[in-house]
Structures are given as C-alpha cells and as structure tokens.
C-alpha cells in the first residue's frame, strides 16, 4: 500500500498522481518478483531432494551385494 497525504487541500497534482501511480505499479510489479524468486528456490530445493531420493532409491534397488 502507498500513502500520501497533506494537511493543504489540492496540494498535489494531476502529474503529481500520475507519477505516484506509476512508481506503485513498479513497486508492485518488484513485490510480484521477489514472490517469484522466492517460489522458484523452494521448487529448485524441492526438486533437488527429489532428485536425492531417486538416487538413493535406484542405488540400494540395484545394489546385488
């Protein structure tokens, strides 16, 4: 959530907003990346033990000793 404010009414302008709204849009589009990222390093970390577990799967079901 982005906030401004002031005690004078009209103090801001029509650029004024614009600008704000797009450095909101920024600032949610930043959010929705670090989201992502943090998404796709527990996926890789989980995908890594699954990896670990196949592996260790395959050698004791092929281990003949």
Known sequence: ???LGSREQGNYTYKDRRIV???AGFMGIGSE???ISK???N???ELKT???IED???ASTFDID
């Open 1 to 3: 959530m982005l906030a």
């Open 21 to 23: 709204t797009g450095m």
């Open 33 to 35: 990346f670090s989201n």
């Open 39 to 41: 998404a796709m390093v």
């Open 43 to 45: 996926r890789n970390q």
């Open 50 to 52: 699954l990896n670990q």
């Open 56 to 58: 260790t799967l395959a």
